[in-house]
């Protein structure tokens, strides 16, 4: 479990995550071409960027992880 909780964005990933949903929050602001409700998509890259972990990152290396640890074994399947 505590793979799951480090931290997994590099430096150079957070600050491309908090540049880009400011900037995207900052239009939606100031120019209202924008609909308001990509401010909801522009705060993960924010939330994400100051917490330094990304959860989709960490699910998938989870689930990575476990598919990894189990042995895959054909089995045959018999019809009739």
């Known amino acids: 479990m505590n793979e799951f909780l480090k931290e997994n964005l590099s430096a150079v990933e957070v600050g ?40 989709v990152y960490a699910g998938v290396r989870l689930l990575r992880l476990n598919v990894a640890s189990k042995p895959h074994k054909m089995k045959a399947i018999t019809v009739g």
């Open 16 to 55: 491309i995550r908090f540049l880009s949903g400011a900037l995207l929050l900052a239009v939606i602001m100031i120019n209202g071409i924008v609909p308001v409700w990509f401010a909801l998509i522009a705060v993960y890259p924010v939330i994400t960027a100051i917490m330094v972990w990304d959860p």
